[in-house]
Nanobody, 127 residues
């Protein structure tokens, strides 16, 4: 059973940077694509980015492109989300998710593509 735990949420000032971590256990980590999603109150869960199992490819939506960067350390079973210049509208619960990568990595940009999820970590960006 694959388990994911997010770390690093909290209160940040707009314009600062933040880094979230997703620790993955169970399974063979290098087989899994890892995605990040977020959900603000009253809104649907939305895609923030993903990193292919190799770590060589990433994919981001236009809403965060240029401000978010994902990286992974396959030796430590961890994925990092770095967000620069966060805005108040980035306030949400952030979730990481993992799925065995069978298709081309961009296939995994939707919530429904993932079987394994973390519990989420709250990020609040103050203006």
């Amino acid at each position: 059973q694959v388990q994911l735990v997010e770390f690093g949420g909290g209160l940040v000032q707009a314009g600062d940077s933040l880094r979230l971590s997703c620790q993955v256990s169970g399974g063979t980590f290098s087989d899994y694509v890892v995605g990040w999603f977020r959900q603000a109150p009253g809104k649907e869960r939305e895609f923030v980015g993903l990193i292919a199992r190799s770590g060589l490819s990433t994919h981001y939506p236009d809403s965060v492109k240029g401000r978010v960067a994902l990286s992974r350390d396959n030796a430590k079973n961890i994925v990092y989300l770095q967000m620069n210049r966060p805005k108040p509208e980035d306030t949400a619960v952030y979730y990481c998710a993992a799925q065995r990568e069978v298709y081309y990595y961009t296939y995994y940009s939707q919530v429904s593509r993932y079987d394994y999820w973390g519990q989420g970590t709250q990020v609040t960006v103050s203006s």
